[in-house]
């Protein structure tokens, strides 16, 4: 499907993603003028794609995976969790459908990762994320048509998790990201280019076993600052944005009921290592906001102490998502989930819902969005899934 949009609000929109709800446009000098309260302020970044759970597990249960149970789809949760997999070799690939609720047939997400055992002690992982928008007629501010293109982006990921203790592991990963929105076309006579960055995700799991009265279980804590890298841009401009660098902290409860049955509850715990908007701050007049002129690193530290309101500002700007899986017999699995934001900070707010079902070397994962405001999100009721495929079961076959 053709989708005509302005190249401007291309370059804008998807650079800042929810750069809508950042500034009310009642407000003034970052307070609403009439309630006197202070405005939405969401924090933004290039490249949000980064940020979009790919699974369908994790879309289950409210977009959770730090400390969950490992699986090829570890890449982009916390990497770490590899060195505990129970598999020698698997692979998972994923599909998400974006904005299916408009009508939009093209635009989605695809994900592939695997990981493999080296021994006991170490794992190897691998992540390739592709992001389609789909068909664009690219226009000018007059609505005039300035050709076709076909927007996209990936990330290519690879990794290496080991094991410090029995209980502890830690990983680290390097990243390739590559967007392409708009290359060849021509902003106030400046060319666009492909947006080119790398980044590390390191990462870190700790796994406790806890003897209860009848039954055992194990608790599960995991700890990831992903998509830690440069600045990335579109242009030559030293107008630079920040990647979506996150710090994530996440447990897991894992209760075994008896030989056939499982729960667990899980729950992350999410913040964006970006500096808070602050657009009418620009001290030395060269048109850049001072927030956007830190270096990455600099951004990181300064993210944890530079919103407006504060210290409760800061903590608006952590979302959480929280979730339970039910297994029986470790071959068919029910899940749900909540995610909450702010309604400052972006004002996502979901149910989701999922089945799991493991056959032989196969497993496939379904995941549903149900929202619960007004606002929309790119997956309101839809179905995303993803296969997995445990290549140790061709072993035991033999």
């Known amino acids: 499907m053709k989708k005509v949009l302005a190249l401007s609000l291309i370059i804008a929109g998807f ?3 929810v750069q809508a709800q950042a500034i009310e446009p009642k407000c003034k000098n970052g307070y609403n003028p009439i309630t006197g309260e202070r405005c939405a302020n969401a924090v933004t970044s290039a490249v949000p794609f980064l940020r979009i759970v790919p699974d369908a597990r994790g879309g289950a249960m409210g977009d959770v995976g730090i400390a969950t149970s490992a699986d090829p789809n570890a890449m982009h949760y916390n990497a770490s969790k590899l060195a505990f997999a129970d598999k020698k070799v698997a692979i998972a690939a994923s599909y998400t459908p974006w904005m299916r609720n408009l009508g939009l047939q093209d635009v989605y997400l695809a994900y592939l990762s695997g990981y493999v055992k080296l021994d006991q002690l170490q794992s190897l992982g691998f992540g390739l994320r592709y992001f389609s928008l789909g068909d664009i007629e690219f226009t000018d501010e007059n609505g005039t048509s300035l050709g076709q293109g076909r927007p996209n982006e990936f990330d290519l990921t690879a990794g290496y998790a080991r094991k410090l203790s029995d209980r502890f592991s830690g990983a680290i990963a390097a990243k390739f990201i590559y967007s392409n929105l708009a290359t060849g076309q021509r902003v106030e006579g400046v060319e666009i280019k492909p947006g080119i960055s790398g980044a590390a995700d390191l990462s870190l799991t700790y796994k406790q076993p806890i003897k209860l009265a009848k039954n055992d279980s194990e608790l599960t804590l995991g700890l990831a600052v992903s998509n830690l890298g440069a600045k990335i841009t579109y242009t030559n401009s030293i107008n630079r944005d920040y990647i979506p660098t996150n710090m994530g902290l996440g447990a897991a409860w894992k209760f075994n009921l008896d030989a056939y049955n499982t729960l667990t509850f899980t729950t992350d715990f999410n913040k964006l290592l970006v500096p808070t908007p602050r657009p009418e701050i620009d001290d030395d007049g060269d048109g850049i906001p001072d927030y956007k002129q830190y270096s990455a690193v600099r951004g990181v530290f300064k993210s944890f102490g530079d919103a407006p309101g504060g210290f409760s ?19 068919f699995a029910v899940r749900m989930g909540y995610f909450y934001e702010h309604y400052s900070k972006g004002n996502r707010k979901y149910f989701s819902v999922g089945l799991g079902v493991k056959y032989n070397i196969f497993g496939l994962d379904f995941s549903y969005l149900v929202p619960t405001t007004n606002q929309r999100n790119p997956l309101d009721n839809t179905l995303r899934f993803s296969l997995l495929f445990d290549f140790e079961a061709f072993e035991s076959d033999k």
Request: aromatic share 14%; net charge negative.
């Open 313 to 331: 500002e800061e903590l608006k700007e952590i979302n959480i998502g929280t979730g339970i899986e039910y297994w029986y017999d470790n071959q």
């Open 15 to 17: 650079t800042a993603s």
